[in-house]
């Protein structure tokens, strides 16, 4: 952040998505081609000598190597797509709508038909306008910020005169299966433990590097623990470790790990990442939600071994399994983790697509190692992938049950799915019981029935049949594909959602107009869904009229001119009754006002909720009345019965009467003959009047539903996936607007052209796009996710841009290894516990990390892997490794994420205390949880891991950056986190002094002065301190010491800090002094570091 | 490769250059202080002033691409969005129609938040407040902001700024970063990342919140606004506290005075130079500088919120909240303190701005605890020299709509969201002096002339600073980033020098 003192050294590891700087040659192209060309060496029998000269040469080393000198084949992937990519693609891609020239470099066939004569770089035009002087023809033109290195322009040179080689993408090839390398010795007898061994040492030696040594034991179990568990092992442990001489020791530690229950919240870590997993809504008002049931879910699936395609799977598409399991519904809430708009007259349509869009891109960032994002606006720029197919891709994802505005609303938002408790499961079982025992009371009562149908009958014979409307069209339904079934008011259709309509001889001749008053009727069976009638246009704004069944039995009716912006939608707050028939009547003024819209059970008025009430315009369609559908949408399931049409507003009691009179006409009407339809009829006629009859015990029952509802509601509850009873339709947004969208051409749901296709198993939902990633055919999710775990361990790829495989990513360094780790990782059954090991169990993992000049010089990036991985730790490892060596860490798992210490007034400040009130810390053990646990308030990032490069979860993210800043020198400096854990390592490393002197006066002796210190350093850093450690914090000791015993107040103000009780039985000048020693302890930089 | 091998790579150079001599002799000497002076030494230069800057470090290479006019923005937002009407877009016109209908053809077809979107009528409502022409100038400018007025000659007012965003959180988003969405670096960031560090004791990228008079509950912010998003998180704002504690953990803990602490640090460098020697890993010793960094950031932040150096006669110029800390004008004038001490990017950020209704009397109280103060900095900054290379910026995320939201009556009206145009005012760092840019048309509702897209804003900063915006670019999403986004954008060259 100042001058000099960080300007060249300072962290700046990669950030995610920045692979590369423009205009910096890329060493990764350059080291492979050294190896590429040691290798051809050995066969075409080039001097070793020249070669190693070669390689120690500092003009190779930095200034970039130029492979014309050494007459080498050029490798088309490694070399010449990267520059292709990075300079060229922008004009002559795939985006077509920026193509220049109707040129394609990402293409063979164009780049070859126009500006490559393969075997003639002079006489190609790409040449020719690379070289050119004219700013008018040079390319790339001066303008687009690009331009090609002298490296550059002869290595396209040398490729086009070797006859311009072309090959796929490396990405979208198959994951082919790879001979394992021959064995390599080193002159120090180095030798491969495993099978990644061959592959990696191949490339050490051809890069002219041997390998690092074994790293030291105590090294080692601490680097496999802190990949393993997130957490140091202990001193005793690492004791175990050293003084186990078998060769199994290794091998027995990183069992236990892998067994370990912390396993999983380590692995969880960098998925939370990915899944920008919060504890808030994350736009400006921030509510609370609560998804940790799905962090709970990630951490037991990485602790039960859940095979890598399982978890993918039910994450995508858990809701659509057959049957799926609360787990498997929890998953989904993978999806859900997006940010959501609660501000206030925020646009519904726009925040809907944003979530659309905001779940593609994670989706492909963390399972295809796609940037498909980019194609929401135009043609990629780079891959090929059209705007099309990212609104193909988008549709999978753009039938979810959701709003896009929530406008003000707190907690979670549906599509829901309760996480209850035992006490509340019980709860819910005795309501549901006492629902059973009232529903057991409802007997038939034949004689009722008939007094009931006496009754009935003698009311329609006093107000005269006569007096009731007419209806101006009745459809009659007697198709003959379709099964006949028996209603109360006559012959019903059982429809299946197939979409074949039914056959309507003449269609009622009547207008929808928005002025026209009318009603319509139908007898319903609780289980239908769709549309009861439809005559609605969906291809113009679905213009017209309907009336549908949702998903969970409401009833919804529209009015529409434009669907949403010119409409009225009303739907009923209650759902059909379950396994009953129900006489469904809606009737409209012609007023143009939602409130004009009524609806009916069984006669009685519905309350309602209007979800629009705009309607200005005309709602006429131009398209045919349908019964059992819309035009082409909404086909219905169930039985439907007797549906009118009015041209009039029915009044209340014309309804009830109407009601009566089909009942009793039908019965009546099949009175005298006993055939299968009387008793049929007979049958459901009974029924219907017991549930009019047993009014006061439905009644009852409604109550305790009621009640239960309530109960409900007040469970833990996690958001899933799930999708909406009316398919959405999907098309391309134009510049990606969500006011825009291109209707001529609705999308469904398909994978980009490029990669492999759906089979005919793979049904073109979720469900059809996670079994397709998992699929043996598919190149990206194995590679993507062996690669990921390499990441995990080396903090560096063996495709170093872990977030793009696409043609902008860097290519592999180890492209053999890579697709041998990914085949051999789904013939194992996509096993990650068994991934993971196999990489701890290679040489490769466990050499020692230190440099030496001769790295330092060729290797400083170790892309090669001649030596371990030396990073700083994460975050939420550095504070987990404080509260676990001081003492302090609690080990619960799960359940609500907690508050642990944060300076006062963060949320005040910018929230102004909204929403979440002030922030209070926990108090008791809580506020010493795994950082894994800490609440994720999206707008206010929690400052002790987000100093340290935690993402603000806001987007999905699959690297962290590595910094190292002056604020994390504070943070673990002076947060009452860290003084409180210093404290508490103090108290043990004293009390440890004591029990080796038993006298406590006698702890202030140098003597054990020194054991006490050398316990501590032995607990953090887990070996033996030098001369020189030991001595310059023995000597600290003593001055720290001195100044507490002069100023007793300030060591008494120390000691006090945290919640922890302070241990008085030790002196607390003494523990004052110890602190300070144990405080540097905890920031030295090899403990805040995994080497 | 990345950004961390590259840097590597240049420290390698150097490392095995100076092979022979030990490797803790170069730790040490590369550090470049003593430590047993440290703890005694001064860390603010106060030879030359407060300024101890040196040449900039920390840039990318080849910034900046052309003579830049500014070294230094002072961006003062006012969250939640102002009104054009009521300040710098000047419309008498308005008054004759007052509560007609607002024409159709002037909204045409424009979207509307949900919040109006329902509203039967549009009727025209006129500023309350009178407008005059100040300055030599003569650029007219409400009666609400007396002493902006009298500063306009040293600047521009931009009339037909123009956002994409109707909502907050999207909007000061887009402002911030240059896009809506979520996880782009802020301005801030970009400029501290392209031209690095001019001081050695401070952050490059500054940050300071006051919560306005006029709107109780206003518009919340997000540690977003001032992120790094992609790029690498030292270049994030750092913001400055108004509490006890001006930036997070600055402290030394109870009880842990400067000198045990710096026997503490003196004490953990000689352990870290072991691994130093160690593991030859040059984060060691960014590791070890950035302790001492830290250690000077324990002077120099206390310094700079230390007022007791400034004359009476200053803190009377920034108005009687200066007194108060957390205030706008405390704020303004810790702005000019900082970039005293050469703060790269200083960022107020002012809530409150809001004014659906009741903007007669909230939009007064906001504008009388901004006013003052803004003005102050102007010329405060101009009387010491700096002005001419720092970049002054004042104003919102949109603007606000001329027709009438909720209740209208003589004392009072509301404004909507508007996002098709509105105003700002921009100082010094080579603004052209009493300028006005672009035209609105008569309903002060639509670009006649001149239109600034944010992104064109993002532009000219970017230009003033000497950086081409099209160049200052990361790879992220397969994109060249840019700050100015994905169309073509300018940087508004007419109201520069």
């Not at chain 2, 508007?418 to 670009?447: L, Q, W």
Request: contains cysteine; glycine residues 6%; aromatic residues 8%.
């Amino acid at each position: 952040m100042t001058s000099d003192v960080t300007s060249g050294r300072s962290n700046v590891s990669c950030r995610p998505n920045v692979p590369c700087r423009p205009n910096v040659s890329c060493r990764p192209n350059v080291w492979f081609y050294a190896v590429r060309c040691v290798l051809a060496a050995k066969e075409n029998r080039i001097s070793l000598f020249v070669l190693l000269a070669c390689i120690t040469c500092n003009e190779f080393l930095f200034n970039g190597f130029t492979a014309v000198a050494w007459g080498q084949d050029i490798n088309f992937r490694q070399q010449i797509q990267p520059i292709l990519a990075k300079k060229c693609y922008a004009c002559h891609g795939p985006d077509s709508t920026h193509r220049e020239a109707e040129l394609r470099l990402d293409q063979e066939d164009s780049a070859k038909g126009q500006a490559i004569t393969a075997g003639d770089a002079d006489n190609s035009e790409l040449m020719v306008r690379i070289l050119s002087t004219d700013v008018q023809s040079v390319m790339p033109p001066p303008e687009s910020g690009h331009s090609l290195t002298p490296t550059e322009i002869e290595t396209l040179r040398k490729w086009i005169n070797q006859g311009a080689p072309w090959q796929q993408h490396w990405a979208f090839d198959p994951i082919s299966k790879q001979e394992l390398p021959k064995v390599v010795q080193f002159a120090d007898g180095a030798g491969a433990k495993n099978e990644i061994d061959r592959f990696i040492y191949r490339s050490i030696q051809a890069a002219g590097l041997q390998p690092s040594p074994t790293a030291e034991k105590h090294t080692l179990i601490r680097r496999a623990y802190l990949d393993l568990i997130g957490l140091p092992p202990t001193f005793e442990q690492v004791q175990a470790f050293v003084n186990d001489t078998r060769p199994v020791a290794f091998e027995k530690v990183i069992d236990e790990l892998l067994a370990s229950p912390q396993y999983g919240e380590q692995m969880a870590v960098s998925w939370l990442d990915a899944a920008r997993f919060a504890d808030t809504n994350g736009y400006q008002n921030d509510f609370y939600r609560s998804m940790w049931p799905w962090r709970d879910w990630v951490i037991n699936a990485f602790n039960q071994n859940l095979s890598y395609d399982q978890f993918i799977i039910q994450q995508i598409a858990g809701d659509l399994l057959p049957a799926p399991s609360n787990d498997q519904m929890i998953a989904t809430g993978f999806n859900r983790n997006n940010r959501s708009v609660t501000e206030g007259g925020s646009i519904e349509e726009e925040w809907q697509v944003e979530n659309c869009i905001d779940r593609v891109e994670t989706t492909a960032a963390s399972f295809l190692g796609l940037t498909l994002g980019c194609a929401r606006c135009h043609d990629h720029k780079y891959d090929p992938i059209s705007q099309k197919e990212f609104y193909q891709f988008y549709a999978f994802f753009n039938n979810v049950d959701e709003k896009g505005v929530y406008n003000e609303r707190r907690g979670n938002t549906e599509p829901l799915l309760s996480v209850p408790t035992a006490t509340q499961i019980a709860a819910l079982e005795q309501l549901q019981s006492r629902i059973a025992g009232l529903k057991a009371k409802i007997t038939p009562a034949a004689t009722s029935t008939t007094e009931l149908l006496n009754q009935w009958r003698s009311q329609n014979s006093t107000a005269g049949q006569d007096s009731l409307p007419s209806p101006i069209f009745v459809a009659k339904l007697t198709p003959e594909v379709k099964t006949l079934g028996m209603s109360p008011a006559g012959p019903s259709l059982q429809l299946t959602g197939q979409p074949d309509s039914v056959a309507l001889p003449s269609p009622p001749d009547f207008l929808f107009k928005n002025d026209q008053a009318f009603s319509w009727s139908a007898w319903i069976t609780g289980d239908s869904r769709g549309a009861i009638f439809g005559q609605m246009d969906e291809s113009d704004a679905y213009r017209g009229v309907d009336g549908i069944i949702l998903g969970d039995g409401r009833v919804k009716i529209h009015l529409i001119s434009q669907w949403r912006t010119d409409a009225i939608a009303v739907i009923s707050k209650v759902s059909l009754p379950k396994d009953q028939w129900t006489f469904i009547t809606a009737t409209y003024d012609g007023a143009g006002k939602a409130s004009g819209y009524k609806l009916y059970f069984n006669g009685k008025k519905v309350n309602v909720e209007v979800d629009i009430d705009a309607l200005n315009g005309p709602i006429s369609p131009k398209v045919l009345f349908k019964i059992g559908q819309r035009s082409q949408s909404e086909l219905f399931s169930g039985q439907l019965a007797d549906f009118r049409l009015y041209d009039q507003l029915l009044s209340d009691d014309h309804i009830v009467r109407s009601m009566k009179h089909a009942v009793v006409a039908n019965y009546d009407s099949n009175l005298p003959q006993p055939s299968q339809d009387y008793s049929a009829a007979q049958e459901v006629a009974t029924q219907f009047i017991n549930s009019l009859e047993h009014q006061s015990i439905t009644q009852k029952i409604g109550e305790l539903q009621v009640e239960i509802d309530k109960q409900k509601s007040q469970q833990q509850t996690t958001m899933i996936m799930r999708d909406r009873p009316e398919y959405r339709e999907t098309y391309l947004l134009r510049r990606g607007q969500y006011d825009q969208p291109e209707t001529s051409e609705p999308l469904w749901p398909a994978i980009p052209k490029a990669l492999p296709q759906l089979t005919a198993q793979q049904p073109n939902n979720r469900l059809g796009l996670a079994r397709w990633m998992v699929d043996e055919r598919n190149p990206l999710v194995a590679r993507i996710a062996v690669n990921r775990a390499w990441y995990k361990f080396f903090k560096r790829g063996l495709v170093e841009s872990v977030d793009n495989f696409g043609r902008q990513g860097a290519p592999p360094t180890h492209p053999e290894l890579l697709d041998w780790l990914a085949d051999d990782f789904r013939k194992s059954g996509w096993d990650l516990k068994r991934l993971h090991k196999q990489i701890m169990s290679s040489a490769t993992y466990q050499q020692s990390s230190n440099l030496t000049e001769e790295f330092a010089a060729l290797d400083p990036a170790n892309q090669w892997l001649a030596r371990g991985p030396r990073h700083r730790l994460g975050g939420e490892q550095i504070r987990d490794l404080a509260l676990s060596i001081s003492g302090l860490l609690q080990n619960k798992m799960g359940g609500p994420s907690v508050r642990p210490y944060q300076p006062d007034g963060l949320w005040e400040e910018l929230a102004g205390g909204a929403n979440d009130g002030p922030y209070k810390h926990e108090v008791g053990p809580d506020l010493y949880r795994r950082s894994l646990y800490t609440y994720r308030k999206r707008t206010v990032s929690h400052p002790t891991v987000a100093s340290f490069d935690a993402p603000s979860w806001e987007i999905c993210q699959v690297k962290r950056s590595i910094t190292n800043t002056p604020l994390q020198s504070l943070a673990l400096l002076n947060d009452v986190t860290y003084v409180e854990a210093a404290r508490n390592l103090a108290q043990q490393m004293l009390h440890q002094a004591a029990q080796n002197k038993p006298n406590a006066a006698q702890v202030a002796q140098e003597n054990s002065v020194a054991q006490a210190i050398e316990f501590g350093f032995q607990s953090t850093v887990l070996r033996k301190p030098t001369i020189i450690e030991l001595d310059t914090l023995t000597n600290g000791y003593q001055q720290y010491l001195t100044y507490y015993q002069a100023n007793p107040d300030q060591a008494e103000a120390l000691t006090k800090i945290g919640e922890s009780k302070s241990d008085t039985s030790l002196s607390t000048t003494q523990l004052a002094a110890m602190t300070s020693v144990a405080s540097i302890l905890l920031n030295l930089d090899e403990v805040i570091t995994k080497e | 490769m990345n950004l961390h091998d590259e840097s590597i790579r240049n420290n390698r150079r150097v490392f095995l250059k100076s092979s022979g001599i030990s490797l803790g002799s170069i730790a040490a000497a590369s550090l470049g202080f003593n430590p047993l002076t440290a703890a005694q030494a001064n860390w603010v230069n106060n030879d030359t002033g407060l300024r101890n800057a040196s040449e900039p470090s920390g840039g990318l290479p080849g910034l900046p691409h052309h003579k830049p006019t500014a070294k230094r923005v002072i961006y003062l937002f006012q969250s939640g969005a102002p009104s054009q009407y009521e300040t710098f877009d000047y419309k008498p016109g308005l008054r004759k129609l007052a509560k007609t209908e607002l024409p159709a053809t002037i909204r045409n077809g424009q979207r509307l938040t949900g919040m109006t979107s329902g509203q039967s009528s549009f009727p025209i409502a006129p500023s309350m407040f009178d407008f005059k022409q100040k300055g030599e100038s003569g650029t007219w400018v409400s009666d609400l902001l007396p002493h902006l007025g009298q500063v306009v000659d040293k600047g521009c007012v931009i009339r037909t700024m123009h956002t994409e965003a109707i909502n907050h959180d999207p909007a000061i988003t887009f402002f911030q970063t240059g896009s809506q969405l979520a996880g782009r670096p802020s301005m801030g960031a970009w400029v501290a990342y392209g031209l690095g560090s001019m001081n050695q004791n401070l952050p490059d990228y500054m940050v300071m919140v006051s919560r306005g008079t006029g709107r109780a509950a206003g518009q919340p912010l997000y540690d977003r606004l001032w992120g790094s998003g992609v790029l690498p998180g030292k270049h994030q704002g750092v913001k400055l506290r108004s509490a006890a504690e001006p930036i997070l953990y600055l402290s030394n803990p109870a009880g842990c005075p400067p000198e045990i602490r710096r026997r503490m640090l003196d004490d953990l460098q000689t352990l870290n130079q072991q691994t130093l020697a160690r593991t030859m890993d040059s984060e060691v010793a960014t590791r070890i500088q950035q302790y001492e960094l830290a250690f000077r950031m324990q002077t120099a932040v206390p310094d700079l919120m230390d007022l007791s150096d400034e004359p009476a006669s200053v803190l009377e110029k920034y108005g009687p909240e200066v007194h108060k800390p957390g205030t706008y004008a405390r704020n303004c004038l810790l702005a000019r303190r900082m970039i005293e001490r050469d703060v790269r990017f200083v960022q107020l950020f002012h809530m409150g701005w809001d004014q659906h209704d009741n903007l007669p009397s909230h939009m007064s109280k906001q504008c009388l605890d901004t006013d003052q103060p803004s003005a102050a900095l102007i010329s405060d900054l101009q009387e010491r020299g700096l002005l001419d290379d720092t970049l002054v910026i004042w104003g919102g995320e949109f603007g606000r709509t001329v027709y009438c939201q909720g209740q209208f009556t003589e004392k009072t009206y509301g404004r909507d969201h508007h996002p098709r145009c509105f105003s700002i005012f921009m100082a010094g760092g080579g603004v052209k002096g009493g300028t006005v840019y672009g035209t609105t048309d008569e309903f002060g509702y639509n670009v006649v002339e001149n239109p600034v897209h944010v992104n064109d804003l993002h532009a000219t900063i970017l230009h003033a600073l000497g950086i081409d915006h099209r160049k200052l670019t990361i790879p992220f999403q397969g994109l060249d980033l840019k700050l100015s986004g994905v169309e073509q954008r300018n940087p508004i060259l007419e109201i520069l020098t």
